[in-house]
């Protein structure tokens, strides 16, 4: 499929002014053979349905899937579990990413608050996620702060883990650099740490915002009324296989299109970075 | 101008002390260029990193004019054999690092004042990772001149180069020494390199226990022939590898 976009870009090439055809083309043609193998999957999906190889009441027809969110949405229902449990994701999400990078950089930059914060951190990563279930309850009520708290903890650990390891990792050399050219305490943080180690903090976040998805479906597990979590149960404990299915859907969607808004937002500070991809970028604008 | 005096150095080592220098001593005048030559371990880049303030020496000091050397100045600016840009800011902004207090104006002016100096007036927007090798030594030579030092320590800076873009980037560092007057110290292993770009030469032997270790100083006498440098390869090289009685200056 890849090399037949390419060879439609390089035949356009010519009859199209190259800014218009390349990028485009090149674009497009990385979306459509994403949407591929999600194709394959709902074709098999269809037709393992069909000819009743699964039995329809564990693994309903798409269409019925479909349905079954139409319906949901038509009152709004269905929007407003989307929009819950976004926002606890969210929430979850900004608080746990803040204090992780401030731990992250303050440990990262000082060997003495390093020893003194990072056994504690983690020998807290080895606790399992729903072992704080019961204490968030008793601290924090079965309402929404427990919830966030949660999924604050799931966010933290690897946009920690990543900043204070990016930190301590960065060339020795710049930072001679740093001090030949008389750079103070801030500037040397301003110019060389932090710009240095922006790849590994967006790994973090994104690695930080996929467990936040996984750890919404635990928090909304512990007694919501709302939210996609509270729909898997709903359809759990009403025998509605579509339901749990067209919730798993949701979460896979809407997990991707964060990403990619947390992908896309942080692109312009990683243009430094040489991947592979940069040079087939660079190479296709060339 | 730069005074070293009594200079010794010694690292720890599994709880030894290893000697690197020895009561180096050696004065350096205004505007001229001084090469720093030897075997490997002699202490070359360590003498240079002490002049720069990266290193501090065990005992003895270095003086610019009558202020002692104890930290990095913007008096004294040092180019690395690796550039060591920073590849997550673009040319300008690699050379900006060197004159943050300054403002922006003055900045920009400067920056692409020094840019046209090295010949690099239009790679500002570009990323270290778009540069050649020779260029990117020219950005880091921009990054050490910009802050207009009195001295100019180069440790090695041509030793990654291929011998084209090497002899270019020579020509290039002799003119801006003439129109900029500076001191400069340079390290190098390339003993042509050193005769053919340097006032003085200063060969350092290898400390070694309970012997006086004979650095030698070599004047080049201008203007140089390529018949004389010949000759002169041949004293550094007997200074080197100590296998003459050499006709040099001795100082210990």
Redesign the interface.
Known sequence: MYLILKNINLKLQDKFPKYLSCNLIYQLSHNIIGIVLPIIIIIIWYLLTITETVRNNLLPPPQEVIDELLNLSSDGTLFSHILITLSRVFYGFVFGAVVATILGVITGVSPTLRSFFDPTIQALKAVPSLAWVPLFILWFGIFEDSKIALISVGVFFPIYLNLMMGIRQIDK??I????????NYF?TVR??LL??I?PEWVTGLRSGLALGWMFVIAAELMGASEGLGYLMIDGQMTGRPALIIGALILFAIIGKITDEILYISAKPFL????SLNTMQEEENNA | MLKIHNVSKAFKNNDKSVNVLENINLFVEKQEILSLVGQSGCGKSTLLRIISGLEKASSGHVKLYDEIITKPSSSIAMVFQDPRLMPWLNVFDNIKLSILNDSKETQKFKINNTLKKVGLENAGDLWPRQLSGGMAQRVAIARALVQEPKVLLLDEPFSALDSFTKTNLHEHVKDLWSSLKITIVMVTHDINEATGMSDRILVLQKPVKNKVSRNEIIKINQPRSSYKNDEYNELIKNCIFNTNNVQAAAFT
Do not use: C, F, R, T
């Not at chain 1, 001679?176 to 750079?183: D, F, K, S, W």
């Not at chain 1, 243009?271 to 040489?274: A, E, I, L």
């Open positions: 050399k710049m001679e650099v740093a001090h030949i050219n008389n750079l500037q110019w060389v710009p240095g922006i243009k430094w970075k040489v």
